[in-house]
């Protein structure tokens, strides 16, 4: 029975630390695993976190250092050296000694002594000096650092034991220089502060004795650590936010899988120097946007926020004559993305539009969408399955608002700050069960008078399967590759700029809406029957799907940009109806917390997918109140094409 107990634990250990260990090297944040005994697996399932501080309470009984929390869970077995002391010899063996391998991470582990000092303190160092190249910091400089806690000797007492130990501080003694030197962190009750149970936010009076009780230590040059504290998401972050140096908690990978990459779930834009990861990608993307280079945390970092555009509310909501249609769509904008962009820039001109409404946008085949499915819906007016653009199961075509509107003179065009043949602008001009047939779905564009037609995606028409080649469209268009010249020209203007593909940047940050203001002025010289105009932001979704918070921001700033250029237009003349929503979330996107003042915003994504979330519709101009109340989101183009009595 005891050799099938020792490898059944010998497997779990073994398990653990497939499972668990990290590809990522610990954050700058250090987590302390409470009362680690009780994990399942303790030792082991902490270490695969490369948590930094691992803690053990232990009771000197008949000569053995057993661990335990009180005397009723003590076992024979489960002695310190078994649990603890020989796992850290056994990895600084495997590492060279160092506690991870390649790593200079240090490894505390701290003892708590339930009985009295000594002799448990005699026995404790007995056991670590068989290990000098472990735990002894003269012979290695990444020893593991052992701090004794509990009932360890009065601090005059310090002197008589090597260096092999350190020793847990406490506010109320006062050290003397050299006892200082010993000791390794100061630990704090947290109730002597405050009562808060992490949930919401500590009261004011509370959290200013223990940004307080931070300073005291950092002051003393030590790190601190609360124990009896609150344990949670919450808690996790606030301590972060104030300072404190060693998260305490029972949940170590909960703790650690939030703190890895904590750089990315905090943005500001007043602070650029909060850490941040590498260059975020995904493989979600479609065969048609894979090529996509990502987010570089360093090129889209923003140091100013966007301006914000108060529109004159000129003919808002009102029953009058509308003459154009703006459509602008953000691919994976969902509530909190806008929440998030708001927060950090002090504000969103699309949230300065009165009149709003709530779609949901589940597809025929599905619960969740794809963009496929929802901007077809959007373009249509009728329900999709995922992956077909404006065409049903059984081949046959639905016509787009764009189709409706050319057949009755109006002027069209359709933008995207992606490429021109993804899903979503491709359902505004194009036909197929398939979302990835790029030249079946481009042919479309040769059939039909677009005015306009911006994007990236150059490789769409010059690496072909189907004979065609640029040279084809030059013979419908006049085909550019720099947005700029879009307003220079009349006609049918096919504009292929890479640059649109790109992330946004703080240099390239208002090309969206630079590229909108030139489309409506082309759009407003084309047709004297007014025009409709399709705008995407795509690389929401892009941002999602990477779980970039800093390019879920940049992106939805530049799209905002675009809204405001919308709005100014339709201010300008009175006839023109803007809309504003999305195809569907991408990334699940969840606030944790946030600072107004600061414009600081704490927000995780729970998954690299698109979810079935509801989703804001935004309305202006003459109209408007057409777009209040909860509806699929096909309606949105019933809606426009009823008032613009395109049926």
């Not at 160092?98 to 007995?126: F, G």
């Not at 130990?165 to 050290?175: C, H, L, W």
């Not at 050319?406 to 490429?419: C, D, E, F, R």
């Not at 025009?531 to 530049?558: P, Q």
Request: negative net charge; glycine residues 6%; proline residues 4%.
């Amino acid at each position: 029975m005891q050799r099938s107990r020792r490898y059944r634990t010998a497997f779990l250990m073994l398990l653990v630390a497939v499972l668990f260990y990290p590809s990522y090297s610990q954050s700058v944040q250090k987590i302390h695993s409470h009362n680690d005994y009780w994990q399942l697996v303790p030792f082991y399932q902490a270490y695969s976190q490369r948590v930094s501080s691992i803690e053990a309470d232990i009771y000197y009984q008949d000569g053995m250092l057993l661990v335990g929390h009180d005397t009723k869970e003590l076992r024979k077995e489960n002695t310190l050296k078994r649990l603890y002391i020989d796992p850290i010899v056994e990895q600084f063996a495997k590492h060279d000694g160092r506690a991870w391998p390649n790593s200079d991470q240090p490894l505390i582990l701290m003892i708590d002594i339930k009985t009295s000092a000594e002799p448990a303190l005699s026995s404790i160092i007995a056991l670590l000096s068989e290990h000098p190249a472990v735990f002894d910091p003269a012979v290695n400089p990444y020893a593991a650092t052992v701090v004794i806690s509990g009932n360890a000797p009065q601090p005059e007492e310090f002197h008589r034991y090597p260096s092999i130990v350190s020793f847990d501080g406490r506010f109320e003694e006062e050290y003397t220089q050299s006892q200082l030197e010993r000791i390794a962190m100061i630990s704090a009750p947290f109730d002597d502060y405050a009562r808060w149970n992490g949930k919401g936010s500590m009261i004011k009076q509370e959290k200013e004795k223990v940004q307080q009780a931070i300073a005291e230590a950092h002051k003393l040059n030590k790190p601190i650590r609360f124990w009896g504290c609150p344990d949670g998401v919450t808690a996790w972050n606030t301590f972060h936010q104030m300072g404190v140096d060693f998260i305490n908690t029972d949940h170590v990978e909960r703790c650690a899988d939030f703190f890895k990459n904590i750089g990315d779930i905090n943005y500001s834009i007043e602070d650029n120097n909060r850490e941040a990861s590498s260059l975020k990608r995904t493989k979600m993307l479609d065969k048609i946007t894979v090529g996509f280079e990502g987010f570089d945390p360093e090129n889209i970092r923003l140091s100013h926020y966007v301006p914000l555009y108060t529109p004159s509310y000129r003919n808002d909501g009102e029953r009058r004559k509308i003459k154009n249609v703006i459509l602008l769509i953000g691919d994976g904008m969902g509530l909190n993305q806008i929440a998030v962009a708001r927060t950090v820039n002090r504000g969103l001109t699309m949230l300065k539009m009165r009149f709003t409404g709530l779609q949901t946008n589940s597809p025929l085949d599905s619960y969740t969408s794809d963009s496929a499915a929802a901007g077809s819906a959007l373009a249509t007016g009728k329900p999709h399955n995922n992956r077909h653009i404006a065409m049903n199961d059984d081949g046959t075509e639905n016509r787009s608002i764009t189709d409706y509107a050319i057949a009755k003179g109006m002027a069209t065009g359709v933008v995207t700050l992606g490429n021109i043949a993804d899903a979503t602008p491709a359902a505004f001009y194009g036909h197929s069960r398939e979302r990835d047939s790029s030249d079946l779905i481009t042919r479309y564009l040769l059939e039909k008078r677009i005015n306009l037609v911006v994007g990236g995606g150059t490789s769409v028409f010059t690496k072909r399967r189907d004979g065609l080649d640029i040279d084809s469209f030059m013979e419908k268009y006049q085909v550019i590759h720099d947005t700029k010249q879009i307003d220079q020209l009349d006609g049918s203007v096919l504009c292929i700029d890479n640059l649109l593909e790109k992330a946004a940047t703080e240099e390239t940050i208002g090309l969206l809406a630079r590229v909108t203001r030139s489309a409506v002025n082309k759009l407003a010289r084309e047709s004297k029957r007014g025009f409709f105009l399709m705008v995407e932001g795509a690389k929401i979704d892009y941002a999602g799907h990477s779980n970039s918070l800093a390019g879920a921001v940049s992106e939805m700033l530049s799209f905002d940009l675009a809204v405001a250029e919308a709005l100014k237009f339709a201010d300008s003349n009175g006839e023109t109806l803007v809309v504003v929503t999305a195809d569907h979330e991408t990334g699940g996107l969840v606030l944790v917390d946030g600072d107004q003042e600061k414009g600081l915003v704490t927000a995780r994504f729970t998954t690299d997918d698109h979810t079935p979330a509801m989703l804001p519709v935004f309305a202006y101009g003459p109209g408007a109140k057409h777009f209040i109340g909860t509806y699929q989101n096909y309606e949105v183009a019933g809606k426009i094409m009823e008032l613009l009595q395109l049926k």
